[in-house]
């Protein structure tokens, strides 16, 4: 083997560099939380737990969930951080599946405050992808994790959307809300995405579906919806609190379903899961 590449900065030992997790410490099965604090709450939410860390912004749990081990990990604000998540998790895991559970602002006035989003593809206007990816390429959804989140939605009781989310850079003026001391270039951002059937704005998917799918590993998202851009209604912290907890729960409920998929596909001998596969 030859020398390795100067460019890349190597971590003493096998521990990452960021997120501090080493081989053995993640499950294949891995939730993404924006919020490093939400990472405890979901924790308790498991069977057990064998596993905390917590680094930077980066904090991470492993444990058990009704016989299958799962891990989270938090991400923090941005593409930015998906990027330096996503390729230090890629170095210590064999093929993972990420969910990825976050807030969302939702531009459709059916959508309502505390329903869930479940994203079929990204509109990239961030720029971390483009240093991997054509600007033309597109940020979609693994189809089973799509079909895993609708099922799990329907499981745990939440309501939830299926469609198109826009990845911003920011949250004020990059989602085209007004800033009074600033000035921004695009007032209408949010009613010209919702005119081309957008359904939500957050600030992470884009960037795991597209770094994910490069490393031919399955990812899905769903959002709850803490804001309602057509009316300006934002919930309060009891109903962010509740539609968090609902998102979390159908994130898990769809790592679980995707790993049954897994072993059905397998007995079946199938190249790709199928919703026939596990009936009689």
Do not use: K
């Amino acid at each position: 083997m030859g020398a390795p590449d100067r460019r890349i900065t190597l971590p003493e030992g096998e521990r990452q560099y960021h997120i501090d997790l080493a081989p053995g410490e993640l499950a294949e099965h891995i939730l993404l939380p924006g919020d490093p604090d939400r990472t405890e709450r979901i924790a308790a939410m498991l069977d057990s737990v064998e596993l905390r860390r917590r680094h930077r912004e980066f904090s991470s749990v492993t444990g058990m969930l009704r016989g299958r081990r799962v891990s989270v990990v938090a991400t923090g604000i941005g593409t930015d951080n998906v990027e330096i998540v996503l390729a230090e998790i890629l170095a210590i895991t064999h093929r993972p599946t990420f969910i990825r559970v976050g807030s969302c602002g939702v531009l459709r006035e059916e959508i309502g405050l505390g329903d869930l989003v479940i994203t079929t593809g990204a509109v990239r206007l961030e720029a971390t992808t483009r240093y991997f990816v054509h600007e033309a390429y597109p940020a979609v959804a693994d189809y089973a994790a799509v079909a895993a989140l609708v099922e799990a939605a329907a499981r745990v009781g939440r309501r939830a959307h299926v469609g198109i989310t826009a990845t911003a850079p920011g949250f004020y003026g990059a989602q085209g809300r007004p800033i009074p001391q600033l000035p921004i270039r695009f007032p209408h951002f949010a009613e010209e995405m919702a005119s081309q059937g957008v359904l939500n704005f957050e600030m992470e998917a884009s960037a795991l579906l597209v770094l994910a799918g490069l490393a031919g590993c399955r990812a899905g998202v769903v959002c709850a919806a803490y804001a309602q851009r057509t009316s300006g209604r934002f919930l309060d912290a009891d109903g962010r609190r509740a539609a968090e907890e609902g998102c979390v729960r159908t994130g898990l409920e769809a790592l679980l379903i995707l790993a049954a998929m897994d072993e059905e596909q397998a007995a079946a001998g199938a190249p790709a899961w199928h919703p026939g596969l596990g009936r009689p």
